[in-house]
Nanobody, 127 residues
């Protein structure tokens, strides 16, 4: 069993930065890809970024490209989401997710392809 615990959320002003962390415990050796998703009130869950564990290949969605960066500290089974120049529309609950099945070489932005999820952390961008 794997546990994913996000931290680092909070209330920030537009233009500010936050760094989210997601620490994985349990069967972490089976990690293929770690992803970040977010869900705003009244909206569907949205892909934000992923990092492929084997070679640290990263990808971020167009909505956050140039502002958000995903990284990891594999030895500590931790993934980060650095969020810079935040906008009010970044307000959401942010979730990290772990992909442990399917093709290890295929990183994905589809939430259905992820096997384990954290509880989420709230990020609010408001003046």
């Amino acid at each position: 069993q794997v546990q994913l615990v996000e931290s680092g959320g909070g209330l920030v002003q537009p233009g500010s930065s936050l760094r989210l962390s997601c620490a994985a415990s349990g069967r972490t050796l089976s990690t293929y890809t770690m992803g970040w998703f977010r869900q705003a009130p009244g909206k569907e869950r949205e892909f934000v970024a992923y990092i492929r564990w084997s070679d640290l290949l990263t990808y971020v969605s167009n909505s956050v490209k140039g502002r958000f960066t995903v990284s990891s500290e594999n030895a500590k089974n931790t993934v980060f989401l650095q969020m810079d120049r935040q906008k009010p529309e970044d307000t959401a609950v942010y979730y990290c997710a772990q992909k442990t099945s399917g093709n290890r070489a295929v990183a994905t932005a589809r939430s259905d392809d992820y096997d384990n999820w954290g509880q989420g952390t709230q990020v609010t961008v408001s003046s």
